[in-house]
């Protein structure tokens, strides 16, 4: 039985989270608590996108998700890697620099990760709003600048979570000179409709 101390006022639990939303998101931090690693399996790299030494920003498969891992930081002997959930026609824009680093890592960050080159060791529960914007990849920075086809961030998808991290919705924004199209799409869609514009801009850069 637990004694009344232990329990929480809902009050004060109110005034915890308006206080909270008022304050702004917080900052990521390795003293928040972990959760299990989703597997105890070695990690299979399935493509390095970007090697320096190491492997730097890379994906892997669990189970029906594609994961992109993005080196982030060095702390404490911890490597730590944010971890987003992508899909092909991400990936393909990512490398053919239609889509910046910034926009694939951010996208559907899900995970922070101590990544010791084989498996994962920490996990913690991470979104975007959780890292400040002056610890993420530069915003237009894309893999192969020296070969972009000026079109950094021709498709920038950002996908909205609700209070518990659920996605509900997605914005795509497509940028050119003169030109500004936002749409908001439902998740289920977003993918075929970065196909299409990416489809699109192909044709209208050759």
Known sequence: MQSDDSLTDPREDLLERIAKTLDGPATFSTDWPQTTPWSDDPVKIEEVLYFFDVPLMFTTRSGPFTLLF?????????NLFTVSIVDDAILEMLQ?????????VAGDMRFMVDFDGERVLKVWRVRRWNIPDARKPTVGVCMSDHHARGRENLVRVLTAAGEHGAAKTATIDVREPGFDLQMSPSVETVGRLVEILSG????VAR
């Open 96 to 104: 053919d620099n239609y889509l910046s680093v910034r926009g694939a």
């Open 70 to 78: 993005h080196k982030w930081d060095e702390e404490d002997d911890m």
């Open 200 to 203: 699109i801009s192909r044709r």
